[in-house]
C-alpha cells in the first residue's frame, strides 16, 4: 500500500498516517514558522504563528495541531497567511517589552528572528508606558521576566510532557492569562525541580539560565558536546564556552537524554572553575601538606612505589580506578597496576 | 541495563523497585513517567519510602527494608499458582525451572504479607499486572543491591523476569540504573580485582597471555585480586601497606566510616589523586591535582552500555593534568614506558584487546553518536538489548532463592531502621554537588527524612536537630517530617561530611558481590535540645520543597 498524499504550495508529498500537516510539510521540506511546536510534546495550536490555508476550511488552520488527511491541499505562503502571522506578530511584540538591546536571548530569539523576517515595524498597540510585569529572581537557577512571555505555553509543554514533572501550568483565563507554578508562587516555593527544561524550551527571554545573564551572546559562544559528569545516564550535553569558561550548560537533542536535563546536569558544573580545585601536586611534610612541583611529586610516589615493591612484594600495593574519570583512564590505571606494580588488587567504587 | 533508556518509554508495564529514580536518575525516570503518564502505560513500585515516582504509579507496594526476596518470590508464587508464567520461553530459554516452582511455591500471599508487610491483595495484583504485559521491564538500583542478600535479590530480579519471558525483547528486561557517570566504564575497563577489561578472567591463563603479549609484558599476576571493601579491613591485618586512590572519597561514602581513617592513617604510603582536596585526600601522602572532565577528551559508558564522548571544552585550572597523564608519567617512571599521543590512541589499545569493544572507535561515535556494546567489529550497529536469541550461558537458568534476614534488625536500644541514599539535589560525597549555588541552595544540610508519626513518638519538632546514633558511631542531623518516610524506618542521605551518615551503617556484606549493607541497619533517635525555638523550626520548614 502507498503512503497517503496530500498536496502541499501546488507540490503532491506523502505523508504518514498520524503526521499533523506542520510534520508533513517538514518532512517534504517546506519551512512553516512556530513557536509553541515543541518536539516530543502534544500539540496546543496555542501561539498561531503556524497557520495555514487548507482548502475547504473555513478558517485558516493551525499547521501544529492539525492531522494530514489524504487529498488535503495546503497553502503555507499565502498573502492571507501572511497577513495572518504579522497580525499575531504584531500583537505578541505588543503585549510586552520586548527590547531586545541587552536581552540575553538576542541572536538566539524565536520571536525576534520571525519579527525580522516579517519586517514587523515597532507595535501599532504597545502597553501604556509604565505597565509592568511580573518578575521574578528570588532563586539561584532560573529568571522568570514575564515582560517577554509571548504565552506560547511551551515551559508548560516541556514540564509536563518532557519531564512530566507537572509543576507549572497555563492560569487564570483571558485577558489575566499567565504562567503559574503551584497556584501562582515563585518557583522556589512550588513544586519545581529546577531541572531548567522550561528555560531551554523558552523561545524569548522569558526564562533564563540565571548563571548565565551576562556572560556573553550567543554568537560569542562556543559548543563544546560531551557527556554530563553525574549520575550513569550519559546526558548529552553542550558545554557553552567563552574565553576558556563554561558560563552555561544545556541538553543537547541527542540520545539518551533527547535535550532533557535534570538540575545538577543543567546547574551543577561550577565545580570546574571552583577557587579550591587543586592547582599544584601536594605533599605531606611533619604532618601537612605543602605545595610541590609535578616533578618532586611524580618522583616521590614512583620510589615509594618501587621501594614498596621490592621490600613487601607487589601484593601489598592496592589501586583504585574510579567512577569518576573516563574509559582511557581506568583502562591505563588497572593496566598500570598489573603491568607494572603487579597487582590484582584493582577495584573502584561500583558497590558504594 | 539489559535493554535501553529510550525503550523504557514503550514498556507496557514497568516494575521500579530498589530505585529512587526521579531523584537519583531523573532523566531515566522521566521515561518512566512518560510512559505511565502520556501512554497509560503500567507503573509498580516496589520500595520501602513513599517515593514522588509513587505519585505516577498504578500500585506501590511497600515491603519492610530487606524482605525483597519474600515479594519477589511471592510476586512468582502467584504467576505459577495462576498459570500466568511464559510456558513456551520457560521451556526453549532457561532451566532449572522446577527448583524455582518448589520454592516459591512456600511464599504464599499471606505469608509474605507477614514476613514483608505487602498487603496479600496488593501482590496478587501486582503479579498479575506484570505478567499480563506483553513487554514488561523491570528497573531497579542500590536499594536492591546495598544488602547482604544483594546478590540473590538481583537474581530473584532476573527469575521473576525469566518466567514471564521478558529478558531478550525489546522494552523488556531487567535493568540495573548505574549510580555514576563512568562506573559502567569502570567495570568494562577492567577496573576490579578479577577481570581485565571486557571481563576477562585474570584467572584464565589464555586471557592472561593475551595481555602479557599486548602489554609486552611478562608474569602479569595470576591470582584475583582484594576488592575495595576488602582493601581497607586488609590494612590493619597487614596485607595492605599503600594505596593509590583516584577520585573516590573513601571516608565519606564508606560503610562504618570511623573504620576506615584509622587505618588510612596506619598506611605506610597514601596517594591520592583528585580535582579536589577531599576529606580522604587529606590524609595523603601526596596529593596529585587532576583535570575535570571539561578539561579533557576520552570516553564515558553509561548504565545502558552506551560509550559516548567526553570533549576537552576548557583548559586545565593550574597546574592539573588529566588522569591519563599522570599515570603515564608515573609508569614512564617506573620504567614501564607509556607513550599515548592521546586519549584515542588508549582508545585503540583497549579496541584491540576487549572484544565488545572491537568495532567502537572514536570516528564512529563522532558521526554516530554514541554506540552500544557489544560492538564486535566497525559494522556492527550496536546492541540496543542484551540475550535476544540467547544468554550469555545458552539457557537461562533460574535459582531457587530463599528469603533471609538483613544482619541487623531493630531492637529495643536501637527502634528504627535506617537507610540511606542520595537525594535530588546532592551527589555522593557532595564534592562537586555542594559547589554549586543553586544546588546548595535547594538542599544545604543534611536531613533526616521521618514519618509525622515518628516525630511525634520521639517528641521531635521538624526542623529540630537531632542526634541519630548506631552501635557503630552517631551523628547530629536535623530533622525532616517527610511524606516519603513510614513509621519504623527513617531516611539519611550520605553526601554531607559534616553528618557522615557512613558513621552508622554497617559493613556487612553480600557474600559474593562484597557490596556492604546500606540500606537496613538498627538505629536510635533523640532530641537533641529539650525544646527548640519555634521560629526557628517555622523558617527551617519554609526551605524546603521540590519534587521531581
Not at chain 1, 297 to 311: G, I, P, Q, S, Y
Not at chain 2, 95 to 120: C, H, I, M, W
Request: aromatic share 8%; with cysteine.
Amino acid at each position: 500500500m502507498s503512503a497517503p498524499r496530500m498536496t502541499i504550495n501546488g507540490v503532491p508529498v506523502e505523508f504518514s498516517p498520524g503526521q499533523t500537516i506542520l510534520e508533513a510539510a517538514q518532512s517534504a521540506g517546506v519551512s512553516i514558522p512556530t513557536l509553541c511546536h515543541y518536539p516530543d510534546t502534544r500539540p496546543t495550536g496555542a501561539c498561531r504563528v503556524c497557520v495555514v490555508e487548507l482548502e475547504g476550511a473555513r478558517s485558516l488552520v493551525p499547521a501544529c495541531a492539525t492531522y494530514s488527511a489524504p487529498g488535503q491541499v495546503v497553502h503555507t505562503d499565502t498573502e492571507r497567511v501572511d497577513a495572518a502571522r504579522r497580525m499575531v506578530l504584531e500583537l505578541m511584540l505588543a503585549s510586552g517589552n520586548h527590547n531586545c538591546l541587552i536581552c540575553e536571548a538576542g541572536g538566539d530569539c524565536e520571536l525576534q528572528a520571525l519579527a525580522y523576517r516579517y519586517q514587523i515595524d515597532p507595535p501599532a498597540f504597545g502597553k501604556p508606558p509604565g505597565t509592568t510585569y511580573y518578575y521574578e529572581d528570588n532563586n539561584s537557577m532560573i529568571i522568570r521576566d514575564f515582560s517577554r512571555c509571548i504565552q506560547c505555553a511551551r515551559c508548560v509543554k516541556a514540564c509536563t510532557d518532557r519531564q512530566v514533572n507537572l509543576a507549572i501550568a497555563v492560569g487564570y483565563r483571558g485577558a489575566e492569562t499567565t504562567i503559574v507554578a503551584a497556584g501562582d508562587q515563585p518557583y522556589i516555593d512550588s513544586e519545581c525541580v529546577f531541572c531548567g527544561e522550561c528555560v531551554q524550551a523558552c523561545p524569548t527571554g522569558a526564562l533564563l539560565d540565571k548563571h548565565a545573564r551576562f556572560l556573553g551572546r550567543v554568537w560569542e559562544r562556543q559548543k563544546v558536546r560531551s557527556t554530563c559528569p553525574y549520575c550513569g545516564v550519559g546526558c548529552q550535553i553542550d558545554l557553552q564556552v567563552k574565553e576558556g569558561r563554561i558560563i552555561q550548560v544545556t541538553g543537547a537533542d541527542a540520545v539518551p537524554n533527547r535535550g532533557r536535563l535534570c538540575v545538577k546536569g543543567r546547574f551543577g558544573w561550577h565545580f570546574v572553575h571552583h577557587p579550591e580545585r587543586l592547582k599544584t601536586p601536594l605533599i605531606k611534610e611533619n604532618g601537612s601538606l605543602r605545595k610541590a612541583d609535578w616533578e618532586e611529586a611524580l618522583n616521590l610516589v614512583a620510589t615509594r612505589f618501587a621501594e614498596l615493591k621490592d621490600r613487601e612484594g607487589p601484593d601489598k600495593i592496592g589501586g583504585w580506578c574510579s567512577a569518576r574519570i573516563t574509559n582511557e583512564e581506568n583502562y591505563l590505571m588497572q593496566k598500570f597496576m598489573r603491568a607494572v606494580l603487579g597487582t590484582n588488587h584493582v577495584d573502584h567504587c561500583a558497590r558504594l | 541495563m539489559t535493554n535501553s533508556i529510550g525503550e523504557l518509554e514503550w514498556a507496557d508495564c514497568i516494575l521500579v523497585t530498589g530505585s529512587n529514580t526521579s531523584e537519583t536518575h531523573p532523566v531515566i525516570a522521566t521515561f518512566i513517567k512518560r510512559a505511565a503518564y502520556l501512554h497509560g502505560k503500567t507503573l509498580i513500585v516496589i520500595d520501602p519510602r513513599r517515593l514522588y515516582l509513587v505519585r505516577h504509579a498504578h500500585l506501590w507496594l511497600r515491603q519492610r527494608p530487606g524482605s525483597d526476596i519474600a515479594v519477589l518470590n511471592g510476586l512468582m508464587h502467584v504467576i505459577i499458582r495462576d498459570n500466568l508464567q511464559d510456558h513456551d520461553y520457560i521451556a526453549r530459554r532457561t532451566e532449572n525451572f522446577d527448583a524455582l516452582k518448589e520454592t516459591v511455591a512456600r511464599y504464599t500471599p499471606a505469608l509474605v504479607e507477614q514476613v514483608s508487610g505487602v498487603p496479600a491483595a496488593d501482590l496478587e495484583r501486582a503479579a498479575r499486572l506484570y505478567a499480563a504485559a506483553p513487554r514488561a521491564a523491570i528497573v531497579y538500583a542500590m536499594g536492591i543491591t546495598q544488602h547482604t542478600t544483594g546478590t540473590n535479590n538481583v537474581i530473584s530480579l532476573a527469575n521473576l523476569a525469566m518466567l514471564c519471558g521478558n529478558v531478550g525483547l525489546e522494552s523488556g528486561g531487567v535493568n540495573p540504573l548505574r549510580g555514576q557517570n563512568n562506573v559502567q566504564g569502570a567495570c568494562d575497563m577492567g577496573g576490579l580485582p578479577n577481570v581485565f577489561s571486557g571481563y576477562q578472567a585474570v584467572t584464565d591463563p589464555a586471557k592472561r597471555w593475551k595481555m602479557e603479549a599486548a602489554w609486552n609484558v611478562r608474569n602479569l599476576p595470576d591470582w584475583e585480586g582484594l576488592t575495595l571493601t576488602e582493601m581497607l579491613p586488609g590494612i590493619a591485618e597487614g596485607r595492605i601497606k599503600a594505596l593509590y586512590i583516584i577520585g573516590e572519597n573513601p571516608v565519606i561514602s564508606e560503610a562504618d566510616a570511623d573504620e576506615i581513617i584509622n587505618p588510612l592513617k596506619e598506611l605506610d604510603f597514601l596517594v591520592v589523586q583528585d580535582i579536589f582536596l577531599t576529606e580522604t585526600g587529606k590524609l595523603a601522602d601526596v596529593v596529585l591535582p587532576a583535570a575535570s572532565f571539561a578539561e579533557k577528551d576520552g570516553t564515558f559508558t553509561n548504565t545502558e552500555r552506551r560509550v559516548a564522548l567526553v570533549r576537552r571544552a576548557v583548559p586545565p585550572v593550574g597546574q592539573s593534568r588529566p588522569d591519563w597523564q599522570i599515570i603515564c608519567e608515573l609508569s614512564r617512571r617506573m620504567g614501564y614506558p607509556m607513550d599515548y599521543a592521546g586519549p584515542e590512541e588508549i582508545f585503540e589499545e583497549i579496541r584491540r584487546v576487549t572484544p565488545s569493544y572491537a568495532g567502537v572507535t572514536y570516528r564512529r561515535l563522532e558521526q554516530e553518536g554514541g554506540l552500544q556494546w557489544p560492538c564486535p567489529h566497525p559494522e556492527h550497529p550496536g546492541t540496543r538489548f542484551l540475550h535476544q536469541d540467547r544468554f550469555t550461558r545458552g539457557l537461562g537458568r533460574f535459582f531457587a532463592i530463599d528469603y533471609q534476614e538483613p544482619t541487623e534488625l531493630p531492637d529495643d536500644q536501637y527502634p528504627l531502621i535506617l537507610t540511606t541514599g542520595r537525594v535530588l539535589y546532592q551527589y555522593h560525597t557532595g564534592t562537586m554537588s555542594r559547589r554549586a549555588p543553586g544546588l546548595v541552595e535547594k538542599a544545604p544540610e543534611c536531613r533526616v527524612e521521618m514519618a509525622a508519626a515518628d516525630a511525634e513518638a520521639y517528641g521531635i519538632q521538624d526542623g529540630e536537630m537531632v542526634r541519630v546514633c548506631s552501635r557503630r558511631g552517631e551523628i547530629k542531623v536535623r530533622a525532616q517530617v517527610s511524606f516519603k518516610a513510614i513509621p519504623g524506618t527513617i531516611f539519611i542521605p550520605f553526601h554531607y561530611y559534616e553528618a557522615a551518615v557512613n558513621r552508622l551503617t554497617i559493613a556487612a556484606l553480600d557474600p559474593v558481590a562484597k557490596i556492604p549493607e546500606y540500606k537496613v541497619c538498627a538505629v536510635q533517635i533523640r532530641k537533641l535540645r529539650p525544646s527548640p525555638p519555634k521560629a526557628a523550626a517555622a523558617a527551617e520548614a519554609e526551605s524546603h520543597g521540590g519534587s521531581p
